[in-house]
């Protein structure tokens, strides 16, 4: 038997991009893949009447600051140099993630998903312009024009529906989420907790 481990991501997430910056670390000492599933966190919200934590706790007193703490203290944990904020924060990330599932089905998703974290949260890259995520697939070694136009494309658009629609019935409600098997962790302050289960769901496999 193996442990199935899924991550439900969005690039426009910066918590999402933290966890895929730690994730080859659990991956190494576990021995196990965690499969990437490209999902609409704007559907997600949509779905389930939730919303960005900015508009969700923005006037509650010293919340956000104590957010901007903890991802500090995040970036330190992992020495993560290269992070910094979006200037163009919220980037509508349609565009990103239809060609994620586009990239899915050319067999180029890893090396994709790296240039578009980058983008996103190391170069604070506007990347729902078109131009833009042209270019930085281009200079990704991809083509940016094929992935442009097969975000387009009936089934690509029908794919990124169907894996947000199956996040919400599993139970997700915002990113980033994690299923080890059957079992929900949400946010990067579960990585831990997510190891610790694909350890405990290893030995009784094994």
Known sequence: MTVTVDYLYDFGSPNSYFCHKVIPDIEARTGVSINYIPCLLGGIFNATGN???????????????????????????????????????PVNTLLMMRAAVAAQQLGVHEQYMDAGWAAMWEKSLKMDDPQVFVQVMDDA????????????????????????????????????CFFVGDEMYFGKERLTQVEEEIVAQLTVAG
């Not at 509650?60 to 140099?81: C, D, P, Q, S, W």
């Not at 387009?152 to 599993?170: C, D, F, I, S, Y």
């Open 51 to 89: 919303m960005a934590p900015a508009f969700a706790f923005g006037k509650v007193k010293g919340k956000m600051e104590y957010e901007r703490l903890e991802i500090a203290r995040f970036v330190k944990r992992h020495n993560l140099t290269e992070y910094q904020f979006n200037t163009h924060f």
């Open 141 to 176: 070694g991809l083509d940016g024009a094929q992935l442009l136009e097969l975000a387009q494309a009936p089934e690509v658009k029908e794919g990124l529906k169907a894996n947000t629609t199956a996040a919400v019935e599993r139970g997700a409600f915002g990113m980033p």
